[in-house]
Structure formats: structure tokens, C-alpha cells
């Protein structure tokens, strides 16, 4: 009983020091510095041989500048302990009164004690840099690695340099640290990923690449071609980080898996002929069948999307071969899906793309296999405008993969068919329990759909320009793109000044796009700026203008200012972060 007793009034005691505590550097916090030291001396007379709340009642002092009481305080202290630490805080306290001879006094001092104790080396450099001491931090922990070789403060030292803008030395001490602790080197590319950007002649870049280059030369360990290919994937040269990969799986053939994950980042930058590259390796190199085949689909999802339609036999018969070759098996399950899609909106056979896909459904599918194979169908169902069959297969990927992803896309695409159909008030109800999906992708489709229902179902009770609108927006998913522009041509001529316009203008650009026109899609953005510039589009306007600019129309200055637009007018824009950092780069400015 008596040790419960105990017990008790231990955690009690712990307890009411913690709150007390909380109090007063609440009170410090906010300024109010009286109060804060009358708290933090009980706390002190409580505990009387620790530090902890010295620090504090001596900073306390010197926010109320009474260096006098500081200084005497912690002169009591040293008498009895000349811990290294003590020294320091001695000796800031000097410098606060700009004695500066004093304050070095006392910092040599502290700095002598490593001489006879290496083990205070880390808390004599955390002391210093606590009072934005750096370079005598620095000089400790490099004596540290001095008087004992073994010990690794390379970390610390790159963190240092970091914050004093030392970025080369941060580089250099962070791959020397790597050098020892390989498995650092995830956590090196968060802390280099904040200095290098997109620019290659930035010089950061070009001093992390140096150093890379250097090592790779001089030790040609893993970890440097994996940082030189890391490097070279932030700066979207894909090409060189592929050669990278390459020699680092001659040296490790086991797994192809980088080489696919970069094929994906190429892919997903539309840097086709880079991927194709990739995933030709692949082919050639991977004893792996998922490997081989993803390779093959994504090849022939390359070759499909850069096609005019005389190449589709070819295309066709390519698929043909994979099959014979592999098997329309539960392996085949994504190529088989691609295909179909290749048949319904490239071909435009899409009846017999549902005959060759419910030849799938036949198969033995996990339930995500035949949830995959459903949405398909039912996309091209919706090509066909068969709507009500296609709600049919959404609702039962719904039903049967409940709060998954591909359910909330299942019930995305229940809302579009509806928007499609006409049927704008199911469609938004839809749409609205959307906005809150786990999928943010998912969430902002839905957003921007049940905008345009809501801000342009009112202006016309027969909602004719809508549903105009949406027979354009079905034709560009059924892939007929001629068709969906001249139909976007009527709604701009037939309902010119209304609300949807923009909207239609916004739409007909992507299209452009998509169709290589990029002066029609650069003449539409311009449009949607001089005449919408305070809705809702603006900023994609802007954008997506200026991405036009810097990508396609060799015109980087007029993309410069129109990602400042975004910069100085849309600081709520999804496009913000990126468009400041494109901006800067344009600039020229160093990134860090």
C-alpha cells in the first residue's frame, strides 16, 4: 500500500511540475516575461542540481535585460560545476552586452574542455548553435572528428551548412556521411530535394553533380549512381537517368523494378521516347512475365496514342501476337483491358470490345480484376451511349468493392454518364457526396463538374447550352475530337456572353491541344483571360497558357508572366506552388 501511496504521489508531482511548466513558457512565449520567471524559479528551487530550468530563468533575464542577475546566476553555478555548457551561456550573456572580448573568454573555455573530454563535443556544439553560433559549432564538431576519427558528425555539419547557405559543403558533408551510413540515403534526397530544382544549369545542381561525378570516378559504390540518377529525374532528364539505372543493374541484375519505376515517371511526364527506350530494355532484359507484359501494354499505349488511324491494323495485330503468344489468361487481365479500350476508342468497334471483354469477365478474377474489367465496359458502354447498362456495371463495382477507390471512380463516372443522360440534378447530388472522397484526384473531378452543372443549370430552364455542352464533352471521351470542337463551336456561337462559354472555350483548348494546335489552344486561354479574367477559370487559364508557352511555343518570357500572374493574383490556385517555382526557374533564380 505504502509503495502505491508512493506511486501516487510521484505521478502527481511529475504532473503538476508539467503543467507548471507549460504555464510558464506560455507566459515566455507570449512576452510576458515577469510572470514567467517567478514560475520557472519555483521550478528551479525544486529541483535545485539541474540545469533545465537555469537555462531558462537565464534567459528569461536577458529578455528583460538584466544581464547583471543572468551573469551572477550562472557565475553561482559555474563555482560549483564548470560544465562546458555553462561556460557558453556565460559567455553569451557577455555578448548580449556587446563585451565581446569576455564573451570569447568563456567560449574558448568551453571549447578547451573537448580537448580534455571528447565526449562533450555534441553538447558544446548544440550550446552554440542554440545561440546561432555556427561557425564555432562547426569548428567543434570538425575538432570532434579530429581528436576521434571514428566519430561521424557529418550530419550535423550538413545541416549547419544548410542553414547558413553553405549549400555545396551541406552536399558534400551529406555524402560523406552516406559514405559511412548508406542506409541515409531516402532521408539525403528529402534534404537535397529542397535545394536542386528542374533548371540543370542551377548551381546547386551543378555542384551536387560534381561531387556525384567525383565519387562515382574515385568509389564507384551504388549509392552514387543512385543519386546522380535521382538528380537527374528532378531535373526531368530522363534519358541520363536511365543510363544511370542501367549501369547500376549491371552491377546488381536482380531486379528490374527501378527501371520500370523510372519507365513510369517518363511516361506519366509524356516523355514518350524515353519511355519507349525504357521499356524496350525491359523487354530485352526481364525474365519476369508481369514485367514483360506491362511492358508490352504501355508500349502499345505509346505507340496507339502517337498513331493516325492507317496504323491501327498494324496496332491490332501486335495485340494479336502478345495474346497468342501469352494467353488471354488471368495474366493478361490489364493487356486485355487496354485492348479493349484500343478497340472501342481508337477503332471505334466498341461491339467488339464488349464481346472480347466479357470474355474476360469469364475468367477466374480476383474481385479488383473484374471490378477493372467492368469499368471498362461500361466506359464503353457510355461510348455508345447504351447509359442505363453502363449505370448497371458502375452500381455493381459500387456494391461489390464498397469505400474503395475504384468505387468512388465507379460512382464518379454513375455522376458523369447522369451529366451526360442530361440528368443534371441526380448527376450533382452524386457529385456533392464526392467532394469528400479519400481520392483527391477523384474529389477535384468531382468538384469541377458539379461547378459547371450548378453555375450554368439556372440561366436557362431548358438547360439547352448544358446539354450542348455535355454532347461535346461525351464526343471528346468517345474520342472523336473533330466532332467535339466544331459542337463546341456552336455553343460559342449560339450562346456567346453566357456563363458557359468559358467553360467551352477552356474545353475546346484542351482539345486543341490534344490535337497538336497549339496556337488555336494558345488563342482560346487568351480569350478566357481577357474577357473572364475574375472567374473561376482564370488561373487555369493562366496556366495552362503558360505551359503552352514554355513547352511548346518557345516563348519563356510571356510564360514568366503569366506564371507571376498566378503568383501575385491566385494565391489560392492548386497551380501556385508550381507556378512560382516555374517562375523562378525562368528567372534564373538559385533554388533553396
Known amino acids: 500500500m505504502k509503495k502505491i501511496v508512493l506511486l501516487v504521489m510521484a505521478l502527481w508531482t511529475t504532473l503538476v511540475f508539467s503543467q507548471s511548466e507549460q504555464l510558464a513558457d506560455n507566459y515566455f512565449k ?14 528551479d528551487e525544486a529541483k535545485p542540481g ?14 528583460l535585460e538584466q544581464y547583471d542577475k543572468a551573469g551572477q546566476m550562472l557565475s553561482e553555478r559555474i563555482s560549483r560545476s564548470s560544465f562546458p555548457t555553462l561556460l557558453i551561456e556565460m559567455g553569451y550573456n557577455y555578448q548580449l552586452q556587446d563585451s565581446t572580448a569576455q564573451a570569447e573568454h568563456y567560449y574558448n573555455q568551453a571549447i578547451q574542455k573537448i580537448e580534455e573530454r571528447p565526449i562533450y563535443v555534441s553538447s558544446i556544439a548544440r550550446k552554440f548553435e542554440d545561440h546561432s553560433l555556427l561557425d564555432k559549432a562547426i569548428m567543434v564538431y570538425k575538432r570532434g572528428i579530429e581528436l576521434n576519427p571514428d566519430q561521424n558528425y557529418n550530419i550535423q555539419l550538413a545541416r549547419i551548412y544548410g542553414e547558413q547557405g553553405n549549400v555545396e559543403q551541406m552536399f558534400s558533408n551529406y555524402i560523406d556521411y552516406i559514405e559511412d551510413k548508406p542506409e541515409f540515403i531516402n532521408n539525403a534526397k528529402r534534404a537535397f530535394s529542397d535545394f536542386v530544382s528542374e533548371n540543370k544549369d542551377n548551381e546547386n545542381n551543378v555542384h551536387l553533380k560534381k561531387l556525384l561525378l ?29 543510363t544511370q539505372e542501367k549501369a547500376l543493374y549491371k552491377r546488381n541484375p536482380e531486379s528490374l523494378d527501378r527501371i520500370m519505376e523510372l519507365a513510369m515517371v517518363a511516361l506519366n511526364e ?7 527506350d525504357i521499356f524496350e530494355y525491359i523487354l ?4 519476369d512475365i508481369s514485367s514483360i507484359l506491362r511492358a508490352h501494354q504501355f508500349l502499345l499505349e505509346i505507340e496507339t496514342t502517337n498513331a493516325s488511324s492507317k496504323d491501327y491494323n498494324s ?27 484500343f478497340l472501342a476508342f481508337y477503332k471505334h468497334e466498341p461491339e467488339l470490345a464488349t464481346k472480347f471483354l466479357k470474355q474476360s469477365l469469364q475468367l477466374e478474377l480476383s474481385d479488383f480484376q473484374e471490378a477493372t474489367v467492368k469499368l471498362k465496359l461500361a466506359d464503353i458502354l457510355v461510348y455508345q451511349e447504351k447509359f442505363n447498362e453502363a449505370l448497371i456495371f458502375y452500381s455493381q463495382i459500387q456494391a461489390n468493392l464498397k469505400n474503395s477507390t475504384i468505387s468512388q471512380e465507379a460512382r464518379f463516372k454513375v455522376a458523369k454518364t447522369s451529366y451526360y443522360k442530361g440528368d443534371f440534378e441526380w448527376a450533382e447530388s452524386q457529385l456533392k457526396i464526392l467532394k469528400s472522397s479519400t481520392s483527391q484526384l477523384i474529389a477535384n473531378d468531382a468538384l469541377d463538374l458539379k461547378l459547371l452543372i450548378s453555375d450554368n443549370k439556372y440561366e436557362d430552364s431548358l438547360h439547352v447550352a448544358l446539354k450542348l455542352y455535355a454532347k461535346a464533352d461525351l464526343m471528346a471521351f468517345q474520342n472523336k475530337t473533330d466532332e467535339a470542337i466544331s459542337l463546341l463551336d456552336q455553343v460559342l456561337t449560339e450562346h456567346k456572353g453566357e456563363s458557359i462559354e468559358d467553360q467551352a472555350l477552356f474545353k475546346q483548348a484542351q482539345l486543341y491541344e490534344k490535337k497538336k494546335q ?22 487555369d487559364a493562366y496556366y495552362f497558357l503558360a505551359e503552352l508557352y514554355t513547352n511548346k511555343l518557345g516563348q519563356p518570357e510571356k510564360a514568366k508572366e503569366l506564371y507571376e500572374k498566378i503568383i501575385f493574383n491566385h494565391e489560392d490556385s492548386i497551380y501556385f506552388v508550381d507556378a512560382r517555382k516555374k517562375f523562378r526557374m525562368l528567372r534564373g533564380d538559385t533554388i533553396n
Open 50 to 63: 539541474s540545469t533545465k530550468y537555469l537555462y531558462k530563468i537565464v534567459e528569461t533575464y536577458q529578455q
Open 30 to 43: 507570449q512576452g510576458d516575461f515577469e510572470k514567467a520567471l517567478i514560475i520557472y524559479q519555483q521550478l
Open 315 to 341: 496496332i491490332d495485330a501486335q495485340y494479336q501476337n502478345i495474346f497468342k503468344e501469352y494467353g488471354t489468361y488471368e495474366q493478361t487481365v490489364p493487356l486485355q483491358i487496354a485492348y479493349g479500350n
Open 518 to 539: 497549339f496556337e488555336k489552344a494558345a488563342n482560346n486561354y487568351q480569350l478566357i483571360i481577357a474577357n473572364y479574367r475574375e472567374d473561376i477559370l482564370a488561373d
Open 214 to 242: 567525383k565519387k562515382i570516378q574515385s568509389n564507384p559504390d551504388v549509392y552514387w549512381y543512385d543519386l546522380l540518377s535521382w538528380l537527374y529525374v528532378q531535373e526531368k532528364d530522363y534519358a541520363k537517368s536511365f
Open 270 to 276: 509524356n516523355d514518350d521516347e524515353i519511355a519507349t
Open 284 to 287: 530485352q532484359n526481364s525474365q
